[in-house]
């Protein structure tokens, strides 16, 4: 017997289009088509027909499967098409219009720049210490061999604390007089004294200084001390260092020059020159056209602060350093005046 | 410092450029501040060093500069120094303070008041000094040239003849040139003249500036030239105290050499007759203690072991010695040095002078050899690190302020009444503005926030972390570490509140924290009904809270403005650090809402800690959707809408499981008779 499968394509394509969502639709193809479907069945049927009707039983079971799936995709669209006008999703995307506004903050220039710092220096092995924004005129001053009624003392306009304030507090301190630091020095004071060497730290901090304040000064600003030592620290050693800090700092490749220099806390001591980040060296307004940019101090750690943490100078030698924080941000973010880093502006700010 | 180039040629045979010469000082010795045309000559403005009083002088910068240009040490001239006696009695000059390390002068009789010829009136002029006699002129030349400061008196005014050089008692006041009366501290060197007690006055401040009842003037005849050294911190502490100084007390206070009084009075001799003349009737010099040349040893590889350059030892030798040391020995090598070089007192002094002569450009840059070593974590400073971060997260900029506050802030924030004791204050301050040292970082933050608002109409969130002082009961000052926000736009107080729960979250810390409002007290900045105090178990780790009206209404804001402020050392005592992964749930939550109509003035941490409370353990997450009131809600009452999840560890639970949940929650919330359950 010649059997008519059409009225059973037409069945399975009725119920495809009636399937309202696409779990109904995936049960419709499943009852016709899955793996004990209707026309599934059929199929399998095949082989127990006679001979002479397996071809056109067979070719008329393969359009009617193609059929349905042809039907089946189709409803499919139109499913997932209703389901986005439901969703709200407009059929025009205006890929044109803002996208969700994120509300975001930022980091100071200063913390940035001291994060940038810990990074470089922390690849070459240094770790960060830090010290009391009060300090003791020993910490200060004394420890760092430079002694009261010296005049290397007016290198450092100093705040004092009120005297009531500066009655002793630490036991340990020979000299009472308390004070806001006036550089980041007396870190190395203070970990030489907690520590044996070899030492490889910076210190960054907040310093004060006692001076008339303009684009370039500040009555607070910020200090990064640098000190190693070790049995066989050199100058050529600090040169190498500070360069390869530079380098990274900047982005690009900085050289340093030293000069003569006065420190008390160091012999020989250097003032520190590097190529001129504007001009790269060639010279120009900002560098005075000599290609070079003073940026800090430094030098070989004195016998004196050594004798007065308890370290052996004959045994232990290194360099201690200390580059201005503002300055090293001023450069790097082109920033004019240090006031800005200090007044809060948001407009300044929100470029961070 | 200035310096005339035509001056410092005057003792250095082919002097390079006035340029030439600048480069060289800024590379192996001083920086130079300026270099500028006068007339014919040039002036160098040089920075002396403070350890180097031996360059305060021509003489001795032309000395350097010979190192540096390679020229031998010059030799010194030798003059003759004679005395013609008679005609005046003899000066009798006395000292009784050990800080007087050589008195040498000079009496002479008969010299004519006039003016100093002109070449020496160019130098003056070039160097910024105003000529103003012979004599005086003469002794201005002299310190220029030889950097040993001079003093004229007038030896008719010297009473008996006779001179002390002592200390000075607290309170005594002297007289000066400049008609000023300056009252000394003790142990200020002065001196007196007279032989009897009722006679004696003070005639001079030694080192720093003579005395007006000894000051020559247009009838001098007969003149003391006075070349002392006196010790450099006793020079140093009274030009502090007095807050006063002069050219003469700045190159005392660096330390000079005691030899150098001889050859500027033998020089004051070879001058005279152009400055006035007169015969020269007495010479005076008393030397308790002669100064002799120090010997240091130095290793000779040291300078190598220090710049890490090698320099061949024949090269280093010749450079002390051009410096005027004497050298011996190869493998320890003792090295003199000449009195004048008062800096040099160590090994290291002489490897700076062998560095910088060699110049430290020639020093190649080499990375030192030392074993790989992980750098120490600083926790402290990490845990900063991360509350900055989770602040920034949350929308807030950094900013960093001054460490004072002002005067007047101290009394606008309410300091005045019995607070300011906690206040620390500066022996020196800036200004009114910056008179104490900040108490916390909220006053300057409102500060800036009031400037920016100016500028703004969008939402303001600021914060800052750094340190604070306060003085505790008696005299202690404590230091500690801050933080605080601030929020000022409409809907300030919850994005503040929102902020510092995200910071909470971030330092794995949200569970330990709840908000105290049980307190009485009056807070400094904020509402009384609209503050919380922060706390970890019992401890008040901060405050949250609304900003006074009058504040407000002070800085000019727009808008509400809520600020926060933590104590950052004890949120970092409980930042918990590392991270431990709990089981995701392997059985599916339950969702089911539920709506309360309360009284305005519930807290909804009072409804919350109801519903945990009667739910149990199977409620694994509560939260507010929606607090409403208006339309539709009775006056007086507000909606609160929750989302729960109920789940169990351990099965799925049924939906009849929740509704029975739910049902134990709602009876137990509608126990409180003003508390409505909405479906």
Redo the contacts between chains.
């Keep these: 017997m010649q059997r008519d499968f059409s009225e059973l394509e037409q069945e399975a394509k009725n119920a495809i289009k009636t399937a309202q969502t696409p779990k109904e639709l995936e049960a419709v193809l499943r009852l016709y088509t899955g793996k004990e479907g209707k026309i599934t069945r059929e199929i399998q049927a095949i082989p127990t027909l006679a001979v002479s009707e397996r071809a056109e039983a067979g070719s008329a079971l393969n359009t009617a499967k193609i059929q349905i799936a042809k039907a089946y995709a189709e409803r499919q669209d139109e499913l997932k098409q209703r389901a986005q006008k439901e969703s709200g999703a407009e059929e025009f995307l205006d890929v044109t219009a803002p996208g969700k506004k994120i509300?975001?903050?930022?980091?100071?220039p200063?913390?940035l720049v001291q994060?940038v710092c810990?990074e470089i220096f922390?690849s070459m092995?240094?770790?960060?210490?830090?010290g009391?924004?009060?300090e003791t005129e020993w910490y200060n001053f004394d420890a760092l061999n430079i002694p009261a009624?010296?005049?290397?003392r007016?290198?450092w306009d100093t705040?004092?604390?009120?005297?009531?304030?500066a009655?002793s507090?630490r036991p340990k301190t020979k000299n009472p007089r308390?004070l806001?630091r006036t550089h980041t020095s007396p870190v190395q004071i203070r970990y030489l004294e907690t520590h044996t060497p070899?030492v490889?730290i910076i210190a960054p901090g907040?310093v004060?200084r006692?001076e008339a304040t303009d684009a370039n000064h500040q009555?607070?600003f910020y200090q990064l001390e640098g000190l190693?030592v070790?049995k066989?620290?050199?100058?050529?050693?600090f040169?190498?260092?500070i360069?390869?800090f530079f380098k990274r700092f900047f982005g690009f490749p900085v050289t340093?020059?030293?000069?003569?220099?006065?420190f008390p806390f160091t012999?020989?001591?250097?003032?520190v020159d590097m190529t001129c980040v504007v001009c790269k060296g060639k010279g120009c307004a900002s560098c005075s056209h000599s290609g070079w940019l003073e940026i800090m101090g430094a030098g070989?750690v004195?016998?004196r602060v050594f004798n007065a943490t308890g370290v052996d100078p004959a045994k232990w030698?290194g360099f201690a350093f200390g580059i201005g924080l503002d300055r090293l941000a001023m450069m790097k973010y082109k920033i004019n005046d240090i006031r800005l880093?200090?007044?809060?502006?948001?407009?300044f700010?929100?470029q961070f | 410092m200035l310096f005339s180039y035509a001056l410092l040629k005057t003792f250095v045979s082919d002097l390079p450029s006035p340029e030439k010469v600048r480069d060289l000082l800024?590379?192996?010795?001083?920086?130079v501040e300026s270099i500028e045309k006068r007339g014919k000559d040039t002036v160098l403005d040089v920075k002396i060093?403070?350890?180097?009083g031996d360059c305060a002088g021509h003489k001795g910068l032309a000395r350097e500069l010979s190192v540096i240009l390679e020229k031998p040490a010059a030799k010194e001239k030798q003059r003759i120094f004679a005395a013609t006696r008679g005609g005046l009695i003899p000066l009798r000059v006395q000292l009784s303070s050990k800080s007087v390390l050589r008195y040498s002068a000079l009496v002479v009789r008969g010299s004519a008041m006039r003016e100093s010829p002109a070449w020496m009136q160019a130098y003056l002029q070039t160097l910024g000094t105003r000529a103003i006699n012979g004599i005086v002129d003469l002794t201005n030349y002299i310190m220029a040239e030889l950097g040993q400061p001079l003093h004229a008196f007038d030896y008719d005014k010297i009473r008996d003849s006779s001179m002390l050089v002592r200390e000075s008692k607290q309170g005594e006041e002297v007289l000066l040139l400049d008609d000023t009366t300056a009252r000394l501290p003790e142990g200020t060197l002065v001196i007196e003249d007279g032989k009897k007690a009722s006679v004696r006055r003070l005639v001079d401040l030694a080192g720093i500036k003579g005395g007006k009842l000894s000051a020559i003037d247009a009838r001098t005849k007969n003149i003391i030239f006075q070349a002392a050294v006196f010790k450099?911190?006793?020079i140093?502490?009274t030009k502090?105290s007095l807050n006063y100084t002069t050219q003469a007390a700045d190159i005392y206070?660096?330390g000079i050499d005691p030899e150098g009084t001889i050859p500027a009075l033998e020089r004051v001799q070879e001058l005279l007759k152009e400055c006035g003349g007169g015969t020269v009737t007495q010479r005076i010099d008393i030397y308790p203690k002669k100064e002799t040349p120090r010997k240091i040893r130095v290793p000779s590889d040291m300078p190598e072991?220090?710049?890490?350059?090698r320099i061949p030892l024949q090269k280093s030798k010749a450079i002390l010695s051009r410096f005027g040391c004497k050298v011996a020995g190869t493998k320890l090598l003792t090295v003199q040095i000449p009195t004048w070089r008062k800096d040099i007192s160590?090994p290291?002094?002489i490897?700076?002078e062998i560095?910088?002569i060699h110049g430290?450009?020639n020093?190649?840059?080499?990375?030192?050899v030392?074993p790989?070593?992980?750098?120490?974590s600083?926790e402290?400073?990490e845990k900063a690190?991360d509350m900055?971060?989770a602040?920034?997260?949350?929308?807030?900029?950094?900013?960093?302020?001054?460490?004072?506050i002002g005067k007047k802030d101290a009394a606008d924030f309410g300091y005045s009444q019995g607070k300011k004791d906690a206040l620390?204050?500066?022996?020196?301050?800036?200004s009114e503005e910056?008179f104490y040292?900040r108490p916390g970082l909220t006053e300057?933050?409102l500060k800036?926030?009031a400037?920016?608002a100016r500028?703004?109409k969008r939402d303001?969130?600021?914060f800052e972390l750094?340190?604070t002082?306060a003085?505790e009961i008696t005299?202690?000052?404590v230091?500690s570490r801050s933080l605080s926000g601030l929020v000022a736009g409409a809907n300030a107080f919850f994005l503040a509140k929102g902020a510092i729960q995200h910071l909470f979250a971030r330092l794995r810390i949200a569970e330990k924290i709840w908000y105290d409002v049980s307190g009485e007290e009056n807070h400094m900045f904020t509402e009384k009904g609209g503050t919380a105090r922060i706390k970890a178990g019992s401890r008040n780790i901060g405050i949250i809270g609304r900003v006074l009206p009058s504040l407000i209404d002070s800085y000019k804001f727009q808008t509400p403005v809520a600020i926060f402020s933590i104590d950052a050392q004890a949120l970092a005592a409980l930042e918990t650090r590392g991270i431990s992964c709990k089981q995701i749930p392997r059985f599916p939550a339950v969702y089911r809402d539920i709506a309360v109509l309360v009284p305005l003035e519930t807290a909804v941490a009072d409804i919350e800690k109801e519903i945990q409370n009667s739910a149990g353990p199977l409620l694994s997450e509560l939260e507010i959707f929606d607090i409403y009131r208006g339309k539709g809600i009775p006056e007086g009452k507000k909606n609160i809408a929750f989302h729960l999840a109920y789940q169990s560890p351990d099965r799925t639970l049924s939906a009849n499981e929740a509704e029975s949940l739910q049902r134990k929650i709602a009876q137990s919330l509608e126990k409180h008779s003003d508390w409505s359950i909405r479906i």
């Design positions: 509300e975001y903050g930022s980091l100071h200063l913390t994060r810990g922390g092995g240094f770790s960060i210490a830090q009391p924004e009060i009624d010296h005049p290397a007016d290198m705040f004092w604390l009120k005297s009531e304030e009655k507090q308390f806001l070899p490889r907040r004060f006692y009555i607070n190693v070790d066989d620290i050199s100058v050529a050693n040169s190498a260092i360069q390869e340093v020059r030293l000069r003569p220099s006065y012999e020989p001591s250097f003032e070989m004195h016998p030698q880093l200090y007044e809060g502006d948001l407009r700010l929100r | 800024v590379m192996r010795a001083f920086e060093l403070p350890q180097r450099a911190e006793v140093y502490k502090k206070a660096r072991r220090y710049l890490g350059a160590l290291q002094d490897v700076e560095g910088r430290y450009e020093i190649q840059a080499r990375m030192p030392l790989l070593q992980c750098p120490e600083n402290e400073l690190e900055r971060d602040l920034r997260e949350a929308g807030f900029s950094e900013t960093i302020g001054y460490s004072f620390v204050e500066l022996q020196n301050p800036y910056y040292l300057n933050i800036v926030a400037a920016n500028n703004t303001i969130r600021i750094g340190k002082f003085k005299v202690k000052v230091e």
